[in-house]
């Protein structure tokens, strides 16, 4: 922890590496932005193994391989390899498409520590139409069976809205039949596509509650046989999220490109400046860039975040949020009920429509093909 004028600056215990925003899926809430980075534009392994060495020196002690579908890279293992090199915990965010049990034996011989792949719904049908990929589903449990086969914990993830809410059950049989120790249950967060999906997504608040007390009984059902973690639905809550604990504060994002982001949607907020990790070192980002600084700390609050209770608890909750439902960064997070802009959530929460889904792109087989020879 070091002081840097007004702001207490943090290491960073997490990294999320965005090896790649290529993917075979086309999920609705897909959290990548509308504009993706091009793939002849991508960090190679040479440049990963370096950002991961200076993010072990920075104090970062696990590293989130995602995308994107990161089994797209080509040079996956070697990267993998880079992360074990630099002493950080590598935990392999795959979509379960795209990644062939081949590849995935030589990430476990390379160092591999932990994989999570998310699953869309229980019933086939279903899931495969929300990832816009027939054979998804199929493909997800044979390569979470094989995760399990190598030895790797498993991790299971689940998506939760208004289509496959009332299987949140079914879905947490799915990850114990699997072999999974854990199963993070998150309701869908309203940036990137989700936000242009966002009528197609909302549940109803009934459906909220019941789920929220499903997830409690789970929870008993299964002590000592699953870890369930579950993320509260920011429209209907009545504080908002710790979003990443703290802007600038414990965890940081490096995009396919190089840019290094606070959180995984920072760059949906105009006029921040980030800095590449091609240009700068990895820690002179962290403490010095102003995209990092920019809500740093608790000076950048306005009323009534100022001067709350909770203002180290919650910080003033998710700055993209705000920024999307507000126009402004700085304003207090509408989800939270003490928030001049509460009724906009409300409102919006009410906006549902059974409409199609918005995918990011048409899936093919040609481009599953193509994921599959990396």
Request: aromatic share 6%; proline share 5%; with cysteine.
């Amino acid at each position: 922890m070091a002081s840097d004028g007004d702001q207490t600056v943090y290491k960073p215990l997490g990294l999320l590496a965005e090896l790649t925003h290529r993917c075979p899926l086309g999920c609705p809430y897909c959290s990548n932005p509308p504009a993706l980075d091009r793939r002849d534009d991508e960090l190679d392994a040479v440049t990963w193994a370096r950002v991961f060495r200076e993010a072990a020196a920075l104090g970062v002690l696990q590293v989130h391989l995602s995308g994107g579908e990161p089994g797209a890279r080509r040079d996956l293992v070697e990267i993998v390899a880079a992360a074990r090199t630099a002493g950080l915990y590598s935990n392999l965010i795959t979509s379960g498409v795209g990644l062939t049990t081949a590849t995935l034996g030589k990430l476990a011989d390379a160092g591999l520590d932990h994989v999570q792949i998310s699953i869309q719904d229980s019933i086939a049908a279903s899931a495969d139409k929300i990832a816009g990929y027939d054979g998804a589903f199929a493909r997800k449990n044979a390569l979470g069976r094989e995760v399990v086969r190598l030895g790797l914990p498993l991790t299971i993830n689940v998506v939760v809205h208004r289509a496959n809410i009332e299987r949140i059950p079914d879905m947490v049989d799915r990850a114990l039949a699997l072999g999974a120790t854990r199963v993070e249950i998150a309701h869908a967060q309203y940036y990137g596509w989700a936000l242009k999906n966002r009528a197609a997504l909302m549940p109803r608040r009934d459906q909220v509650e019941r789920a929220a007390v499903q997830v409690e009984d789970l929870r008993r059902l299964h002590q000592g046989r699953i870890v369930i973690d579950a993320v509260v639905p920011d429209y209907y809550a009545r504080f908002p999220k710790p979003c990443v604990g703290g802007w600038g504060r414990r965890s940081l994002n490096v995009t396919p490109s190089g840019r290094v982001l606070p959180c995984h949607a920072a760059e949906s907020i105009t006029g921040l400046e980030f800095w590449n990790v091609r240009d700068r070192a990895l820690a002179d980002i962290w403490m010095n860039s102003p995209a990092c600084r920019a809500f740093r700390g608790t000076d950048w609050m306005p009323e009534p975040c100022a001067s709350c209770s909770r203002r180290d608890i919650d910080f003033g909750g998710c700055r993209c949020q705000a920024f999307a439902l507000t126009g402004n960064a700085a304003a207090t997070d509408p989800v939270c009920q003490f928030s001049p802009a509460h009724h906009l959530v409300a409102d919006l929460a009410a906006d549902q429509a059974d409409v199609p889904y918005d995918y990011r792109r048409q899936i093919t087989r040609a481009a599953l093909a193509k994921a599959d020879t990396a």
